[in-house]
C-alpha cells in the first residue's frame, strides 16, 4: 500500500506541480492568474489522445504538435484575454476574461470530443507495477521543465529578461527591453508546459473534459502553499500534495480526502496568505 | 464672484446611481408583467418565471457579494444546494422530526448565511483569485458531502423538495409566493445598495486604501454581506427544491453557478436593476433557442468574455444615460470656504500631534531616520523635502499605514496605534492621497459621501428595512455631502460619475470627501499635483481657511510657491531626516536646504 | 474531486458507456426528422390531427450515450409507423426536448410538454436524476409516462399512478445477477464490492441480503474508493476469504478495470458476475490484457442475447431491418436501439386500442400483458407498473460483443 501511495501520489502530485508552474509563468510574465492552466492541462491529454490514438499519428509527432497547440493557446491567451485587461488590473477584470475562455475552451471539448473519459495511448511497452510509464513520466517531465526553466533563467539572456520584466516592469521597459514580445513568450512557454503535464498525465487522468476543473484547482494548490511566482515551492508544494491526496484516498476514502485538501489549504493560506515561500504585497499606499 | 448668502445649488434629480432602483418605471413595468403573467394561462412560462425569480432571489444577494463588494464568489452554487438539501431534508423528517415547510425554508436560509460566512472568510484575507478558487472547492466539497451522506440527503439517488401549503402550492400559487420573494430581495439589497453599507462596499471594492481612510472597517462589512448573500441563497435553494420536486447532486453544477455569476456580471457591477434583467435574461435564454441549448454554457462564457471586453459595465452601462449627457467643456472650480463653518462644525479644542524618534526601514533602505514633529490645531505645517525623504512615509505613519520600528506617536499626550487606519476616522483625522483614490463608478456626490459613512447611526439591518433611522441617516449625510461639495465649489457636478471627472477635480473632491470627518486634523498629499496656477492659489485659500476655522493641516507639498504662501511652519525633510523646521522665512534663506532641494 | 458531475450522474447509470460520434447522431436523428416530416407532408387523412408524444431524451451532456441510442430506436420506429399510415390515420408526433443530462432542464420541458404542447403521453426521461424529478410532475400534471429507467423508486403505483415502467428495476438487475450466480453457477462463496457513490452502496446495500435469503454466503463485502489504484490488497483479502466469484456494482469503468487487471494479475481464475459496464468499450480500454476480459458477466436481457450463436427470430427480424436502415453498431448497444423501437411500437398499441385520453391510456396500460416486444416482454397490471419480467433479465458474456449485442452467458437452461 505504500508503494502506491508513494508512486501515484508522486506521478499525480508532479503533474499538479507542473500545472502550478504553468501558473507561475504566466504570472510572472504579467501579474496575471490565468484560469487557462487547468485548461492547458486537461488538452494535453484530450490533444495526445486525439493525434495519436484517433488520428494515428506517430507518437513522438503527435507529443511535439500537442506542445505545439499549447504555445498556440498560450499566445491566444494573451492576446485575447490578457493584454486589453492589463491596464485595468485592479479591477481584477482578467481573473473574469481568463475564466471565460477556458470555459469556452471547455465546452467546446465537452461537445466536440465527448463527455466520457477516453483512455490515453501507451507510449512505451508496459512494465509492472510502480515502474509503469504513466508514474516515472510526469516526475521526468516535471524534473526536465524545473531543470530547463533554471537554466533559462539563469543562464541565458532570454531568461534573464523573463526574470527583469518579472520583477520590476517598468525598470525593465525603461531598459528596452520588448515586454510584450517577452510576455508572449513566456505565455506560449506556459502553454507548453501545461499540455505537457497534461500529456505526461493523461495515462492516470485520462483523456477528460472534466481535468479541466480538477488541474485548475489541485494544480493551484501548489502554488497557493508555495507562494506564487515560486517554482521550487510549486514543485514541493505540488509533490506534497500528491502524497497527502493519495493517502487520505486510502486512509479516509475519496470525499473525506476532498474535504481534507480543502481544509488543509484553506488553513494555510488563511495563516499565510503569501503561501509559504512568497513575499508580501508591496507598498499600497 | 461669490455671494456670503447664496443658498447651496441644488443638483438635479437622482443624485445616486449606485444601487438606487434606477429607472423606477423598469421596476413597476416588471413588476406588473409579473402579477400579470399568471393570465396568460401558460404554465410553462409560469415554470419559467418561478425559476428565474428563484434564481434572481440567490442573484440579488450574490449581486452585493459580486457586484458591489467586488468578490468573485463563483462557486456560490454551493448555497443553493445547502439550502435545497436542507429544506427538503427536514420538511421531510430525514434529519429527526419533520418540520413544517416554512420553518424548514428559514432554516435553509440559516444554513446558507452560516456557510455564506464561511465561505466569505477567506475573502478578507486573501486575493481575488484566490478567493475565487477557494469558492470553486467549497462547491465541489459541498457536492460531494450530499452524494456522501446518504442518510440525510438521499446521496446520489437524492431526496424529494418540499411541497408547500395553500395559498403558496404548486402552480400559480407557489409562482406569487417566489415573485413575492423575489421582490422582497430586490427591496432589501437596493436598500442596501443604496445605504452607506453599499457605498462602504464599493468604496473597499475601487479604493480600498481611502475607504480604510474614511473609517471603513471591511471585516464588518462583509461579514455582513456574506451573511445576507447566504441566507438568500439558502433561501433560493429550498424554493429550487420545491420546484424540482425532487432533487438529486447533478442538478447542481457548475454551468449554474457559472450562470449566476455571469448574470450580475452581464447586468453591470453596483446595479440592481442590471443583474435583474442579466439573470432574466440568461434564465429564459436556454428555452428560447432550443437547437442552442447544449450551447449556452459556451454562449454564457462568449458573453462574458465580451463584456469584460468591450462593455465592462455591462447592461447597467447601456442603461445609463445620465452620464452619457456631455458635460460643460470649461469647467472652474470655485471653492467657497465661507461655508467651512457649517461644514467643520464647531472646533472646541485645537488638536496636537505629537510624532517623537520615529524610525522606519524597509529593508536596508532608511525611509525615516530620526524624526520628531509636532502638528498643531490651527496652523498649516509644510513638509517638504526631495523625493525619497520619507514625507508620505511620514504621512503614512500618521495615517496607520506603516508601523514604525521606534517611536512614538501621540494624540493631545496619548498614544495613537500604528497601523489601524480605519481608526483615525475616530480621531477625526483625514486625508487625501497622492493619487487620487476615487470609486470612479460612483458619482461625485456618493464619493463624498463615503467619506462620512462612519457617521450614520442606523444598523445593516435597518438600511436594509429601509427605516426611519436609515432614511434620516441618507439625508443628513446627503447634506452634508453637498454641502462640502460647495465648499470644494464642486455641487454643479455632484450626480456626475467620477470617472468623467478632470483630475483636478478629483483633487477637490478628496478634500470634500475628507471635510465630511469634520476633521481635527487633515493631511494631504500633494494636493496641487496637476492643478493649473489658479486652482493652485484657490486651493491654497481654501486650506488656509481650514486651518483658521481650528483644523490641524499638515500639507506634504513639492510647489514652493504654494509652500511659502500658506505655511505657518515648515519642516524639511532629508534622506528621513529632519533637515531643518521653523517659519517659511526662516526656510527660505537655510542654506542647506536651498542647496539640498529648493535651489538657488 | 472536481469531476463536473460525471461522476455523479453516473448513479443509477444503468448502461454501457460507449463512445458515440455525435455527427453520426446528429445525422442519424436529422434523417428521422426529415422522414418524419415528409411523413407527416402526407395528405392530411380526415380532418384528425396527429397524437402528440412528448419525448424527453438526454442527447447531449455527461450521460447521453444511452439517450443518443435509444434515440435511434425510437426514431426509427415512429417513422415506420408513420410511413405504414399511422395509428388510425392518425400520424404521431413526437415532440422531443433534449434534457441535456440537467433535471433542471428536465423540469422546464416537462411544463412545456404537459402544458403547452398539451401531449398525450411522455417517453422518457431516459436518466435517473432526471426522471426523479420529472415523475412527480407529470403525475401532478396527470399524464400518461412511460420510462425505461433501472431506479427502484420511479415507479410507485399509489403515488405515480400514471408511470409505468417497460424496463427492469435495479432490484431485478441485482436479482438476476444473483439468480445467475446461486442458481446457474451453482457458487455459494461470493464476493459483492461496490465503489463509494450512492449507486454503488445502494446496490451493495440491496443485493446482499438477497443474496443471502437465497443461501449464498457472502463471505465478503466492501465499500472501496474508486479512485483508490491498488486493489491488490482487497483482492488477496477476498481471496484468503474463501470467494468463488466477485459481484461488482458500479458504473466507474477505471475502478472495474482495475478489478479485472487485478485478478488476472493474480492469475486467479474466478468469474466476475455484475454491473453492465463491465462490458463497456471504455472498460475493455483499460484493460492491460485482452485476456482480462474473459469470464467476466454482465447484467444484459434475454431477447437481445446471442444463444448458441442466434438471436430471436424476432431480433433478428429487427437487426436485418436496422442493417437495412443503415443504423451504426460500432458505438451503441442493441438493447438501447431496441428499447426505443420498443417504446414506439408500445405507444402506437396503446394508442390504437385505448384512444388519446388519458383515463383510457392507463386504464388499458393497466392490463397489458405479454407484449412482445424485441427488448422485452412487457406486462402490467394495476398494482404492478414494472413491466419487465424477472425471466428476461440475464448475464452475458462481455467480450462476445458482435453487432451491439452479446453472447447469453454460458449455463442457462435455455
Known amino acids: 500500500m505504500l508503494q502506491s501511495i508513494v508512486s501515484y501520489g508522486l506521478a499525480v502530485g508532479a503533474v499538479y506541480a507542473l500545472i502550478g508552474i504553468t501558473y507561475n509563468v504566466m504570472y510572472s510574465a504579467s501579474r496575471v492568474f490565468s484560469f487557462t492552466a487547468g485548461m492547458l492541462g486537461m488538452l494535453g491529454g484530450v490533444l495526445g489522445a486525439l493525434f495519436i490514438q484517433r488520428m494515428g499519428l506517430n507518437p513522438v509527432l503527435g507529443f511535439v504538435m500537442v506542445l505545439a497547440c499549447g504555445a498556440v493557446l498560450g499566445v491566444v491567451t494573451e492576446i485575447l484575454t490578457v493584454r486589453p485587461v492589463l491596464k485595468s488590473i485592479e479591477q481584477h477584470l482578467y481573473v473574469l476574461s481568463t475564466l471565460a475562455f477556458a470555459l469556452m475552451i471547455q465546452q467546446v471539448t465537452a461537445i466536440e470530443w465527448g463527455t466520457e473519459a477516453q483512455p490515453f495511448p501507451t507510449l512505451f511497452p508496459p512494465a509492472e507495477g510502480w515502474l509503469d510509464q504513466k508514474f516515472w513520466l510526469p516526475l521526468l517531465a516535471c524534473a526536465v521543465t524545473i531543470g530547463g526553466l533554471e537554466f533559462l533563467y539563469r543562464k541565458t539572456l532570454i531568461g534573464r529578461a523573463f526574470l527583469a520584466i518579472a520583477e520590476d516592469s517598468y525598470a525593465a521597459r525603461a531598459l528596452g527591453l520588448p515586454e510584450t514580445w517577452l510576455r508572449i513568450a513566456s505565455f506560449a512557454l506556459a502553454g507548453m508546459i501545461g499540455t505537457l503535464a497534461g500529456f505526461t498525465g493523461a495515462q492516470m487522468l485520462l483523456a477528460f473534459f472534466g481535468n479541466q476543473s480538477i488541474l485548475n484547482f489541485y494544480g493551484f494548490v501548489p502554488v497557493a502553499l508555495g507562494g506564487m511566482g515560486s517554482n521550487r515551492g510549486a514543485v514541493i508544494g505540488g509533490l506534497a500534495l500528491g502524497l497527502f491526496q493519495q493517502a487520505a484516498n486510502f486512509l479516509v476514502g475519496g470525499i473525506f480526502a476532498a474535504v481534507a485538501v480543502f481544509a488543509v489549504f484553506i488553513v494555510v493560506l488563511l495563516l499565510r496568505p503569501e503561501g509559504i515561500a512568497g513575499a508580501s504585497t508591496a507598498r499600497r499606499v | ?600 | 474531486m472536481l469531476s463536473d458531475n460525471n461522476q455523479v450522474s453516473q448513479i443509477g447509470k444503468e448502461k454501457t458507456t460507449m463512445r458515440i460520434r455525435r455527427r453520426q447522431v446528429l445525422s442519424g436523428s436529422a434523417a428521422g426528422a426529415v422522414s418524419l416530416a415528409t411523413g407527416l407532408a402526407a395528405p392530411a387523412i380526415a380532418a384528425n390531427e396527429p397524437i402528440k408524444i412528448g419525448y424527453l431524451p438526454a442527447l447531449t451532456g455527461p450521460s447521453s450515450s444511452t439517450g443518443v441510442g435509444i434515440n435511434r430506436g425510437v426514431q426509427l420506429g415512429i417513422e415506420a409507423i408513420n410511413k405504414a399510415g399511422g395509428v388510425k390515420g392518425r400520424q404521431l408526433e413526437l415532440i422531443v426536448r433534449d434534457t441535456q443530462s440537467d433535471p433542471t432542464k428536465a423540469v422546464n420541458a416537462v411544463s412545456e410538454l404537459t402544458q403547452r404542447q398539451k401531449v398525450s403521453m411522455i417517453f422518457g426521461p431516459v436518466n435517473s436524476g432526471e426522471a426523479l424529478a420529472a415523475t412527480p410532475l407529470i403525475a401532478r400534471d396527470k399524464v400518461p409516462m412511460l420510462h425505461p429507467c433501472w431506479v427502484d423508486e420511479l415507479i410507485d403505483v399509489k403515488k405515480y399512478p400514471m408511470a409505468f415502467r417497460q424496463a427492469p428495476t435495479n432490484t431485478q438487475i441485482g436479482g438476476g445477477a444473483n439468480h445467475y450466480v446461486v442458481d446457474v453457477l451453482k457458487l455459494k462463496k461470493v464476493a459483492v464490492i461496490s465503489d463509494t457513490t450512492g449507486y454503488g452502496t445502494a446496490s451493495v446495500n440491496t443485493y446482499v441480503p438477497m443474496l443471502k435469503a437465497k443461501g449464498a454466503d457472502v463471505v465478503y463485502t466492501n465499500h472501496i474508493d474508486a479512485a483508490n489504484p491498488d486493489l491488490k490488497p482487497e483482492m488477496l483479502r477476498m481471496q484468503s476469504a474463501g470467494a468463488q466469484v466477485i459481484m461488482p456494482w458500479s458504473v466507474n469503468a477505471g475502478f472495474l478495470s482495475r478489478i479485472l487487471n487485478t485478478r488476472g494479475a493474480m492469475g486467479w481464475d474466478v468469474p466476475v458476475v455484475g454491473q453492465t459496464t463491465l462490458g463497456s468499450g471504455q472498460t475493455k480500454a483499460l484493460l492491460e490484457k485482452p485476456e482480462y476480459w474473459n469470464k467476466v458477466y454482465s447484467n444484459n436481457f434475454r431477447k437481445c442475447c446471442y444463444v448458441n450463436g442466434k438471436l430471436e427470430p424476432k431480433t433478428q427480424e429487427y437487426l436485418d431491418q436496422l442493417k437495412a436502415a443503415k443504423i451504426e453498431f460500432a458505438d451503441t448497444l442493441l438493447w438501447w436501439v431496441a428499447l426505443g423501437s420498443d417504446a414506439a411500437n408500445l405507444m402506437a398499441d396503446i394508442f390504437k386500442n385505448a384512444g388519446s385520453k388519458p383515463e383510457d391510456i392507463v386504464k388499458y396500460m393497466n392490463q397489458v400483458k405479454d407484449w412482445p416486444g424485441v427488448y422485452g416482454t412487457v406486462t402490467w397490471t394495476p398494482q404492478q407498473h414494472n413491466g419487465f419480467p424477472d425471466s428476461e433479465v440475464v448475464m452475458c458474456e462481455v467480450n462476445s460483443l458482435k453487432d451491439g449485442a452479446f453472447n447469453l452467458a454460458p449455463g442457462y437452461a435455455s
Open chain 2, 1 to 600: 464672484m461669490t455671494e456670503i448668502t447664496t443658498p447651496i445649488r441644488r443638483s438635479g434629480a437622482g443624485t445616486g446611481w449606485l444601487g438606487r432602483l434606477e429607472g423606477k418605471l423598469s421596476w413597476i413595468l416588471l413588476g406588473l408583467a409579473g402579477l400579470a403573467l399568471p393570465l396568460l394561462g401558460d404554465s410553462y412560462m409560469g415554470t419559467i418565471a418561478t425559476r428565474a425569480y428563484i434564481y434572481w432571489v440567490l442573484g440579488a444577494g450574490l449581486n452585493l457579494v459580486v457586484g458591489y463588494a467586488g468578490q468573485i464568489a463563483i462557486g456560490w452554487v454551493a448555497m443553493l444546494t445547502l439550502g435545497a438539501y436542507t429544506t427538503a431534508a427536514l420538511a421531510a423528517g430525514r434529519a429527526g422530526p419533520e418540520w413544517p415547510v416554512y420553518l424548514a425554508l428559514l432554516a435553509g436560509g440559516g444554513v446558507g448565511a452560516v456557510f455564506g460566512v464561511v465561505v466569505g472568510l477567506p475573502a478578507l484575507r486573501l486575493r481575488t483569485f484566490y478567493f475565487a478558487m477557494t469558492t470553486l472547492g467549497f462547491a465541489t466539497i459541498v457536492t460531494q458531502v450530499a452524494l456522501a451522506w446518504k442518510d440525510v440527503t438521499g446521496g446520489g439517488v437524492g431526496t424529494p423538495g418540499p411541497v408547500f401549503p395553500w395559498p403558496f402550492d404548486p402552480g400559480w400559487g407557489f409562482y406569487y409566493f417566489c415573485f413575492l420573494l423575489a421582490a422582497i430581495a430586490t427591496w432589501m439589497t437596493a436598500n442596501i445598495g443604496s445605504s452607506r453599507y453599499g457605498r462602504a462596499l464599493v468604496a473597499i471594492r475601487d479604493a480600498e486604501v481611502a475607504a480604510e481612510a474614511s473609517g471603513i472597517a471591511k471585516p464588518k462589512l462583509l461579514v455582513m454581506i456574506f451573511l445576507l448573500a447566504g441566507a438568500l441563497g439558502g433561501i433560493a435553494g429550498g424554493l429550487f427544491a420545491s420546484l424540482q420536486s425532487y432533487i438529486t447532486p447533478d442538478a447542481f453544477t457548475f454551468e449554474m453557478s457559472v450562470l449566476f455569476f455571469i448574470g450580475i456580471l452581464i447586468g453591470g457591477r453596483g446595479s440592481i436593476l442590471g443583474p435583474a434583467l442579466g439573470t432574466l435574461i440568461l434564465t429564459v435564454l436556454p428555452e428560447i433557442a432550443a437547437p442552442l441549448v447544449q450551447w449556452s454554457t459556451f454562449l454564457y462564457a462568449a458573453l462574458l468574455l465580451a463584456i469584460v471586453l468591450v462593455i465592462p459595465g455591462g447592461i447597467a452601462d447601456l442603461l445609463d444615460y445620465k452620464n452619457r449627457r456631455p458635460l460643460e467643456q470649461h469647467r472652474e472650480i470655485v471653492p467657497r470656504p465661507d461655508l467651512l463653518g457649517r461644514v467643520l462644525g464647531e472646533q472646541s479644542r485645537k488638536m496636537l500631534i505629537a510624532l517623537k524618534g520615529i524610525r522606519l526601514h524597509f529593508g536596508g533602505v532608511k525611509a525615516i531616520d530620526g524624526l520628531d514633529l509636532e502638528i498643531h490645531g490651527g496652523e498649516v505645517h509644510g513638509l517638504i523635502g526631495p523625493n525619497g525623504s520619507g514625507k508620505t512615509t511620514t504621512l503614512n505613519v500618521v495615517s496607520g499605514y506603516y508601523r514604525p520600528h521606534e517611536g512614538s506617536l501621540r494624540i493631545d499626550g496619548s498614544h495613537l496605534p500604528f497601523e489601524q487606519p480605519h481608526v483615525r476616522a475616530q480621531w477625526r483625522i483625514a486625508r487625501t492621497f497622492q493619487t487620487p483614490r476615487v470609486v470612479g463608478a460612483a458619482s461625485v456626490l456618493e464619493n463624498v459621501m463615503i467619506g462620512g459613512t462612519v457617521q450614520g447611526h442606523g444598523t445593516f439591518a435597518e438600511s436594509m428595512l429601509s427605516l426611519p433611522r436609515h432614511r434620516l441617516d441618507e439625508r443628513v449625510l446627503k447634506e452634508a455631502a453637498l454641502l462640502a461639495l460647495a465648499t470644494v465649489g464642486l455641487e454643479q457636478l455632484a450626480s456626475v460619475r467620477a470617472d468623467r471627472l478632470q483630475h483636478s477635480e478629483l483633487r477637490f473632491v478628496e478634500i470634500a470627501r475628507a471635510l465630511m470627518l469634520r476633521p481635527a486634523c487633515l493631511m494631504l498629499d500633494e494636493p496641487a499635483a496637476g492643478l493649473s496656477a489658479e486652482e493652485i492659489r484657490r486651493l491654497g485659500g481654501l486650506i488656509k481657511a481650514i486651518s483658521r476655522a481650528g483644523t490641524a493641516v499638515l500639507l506634504v507639498e513639492h510647489h514652493a510657491d504654494l509652500i511659502f504662501d500658506i505655511c505657518d511652519r515648515v519642516t524639511v525633510l532629508n534622506l528621513g531626516k529632519v533637515l531643518a523646521a521653523g517659519t517659511p522665512e526662516e526656510i527660505r534663506s537655510h542654506r542647506e536646504v536651498v542647496s539640498a532641494y529648493l535651489g538657488a
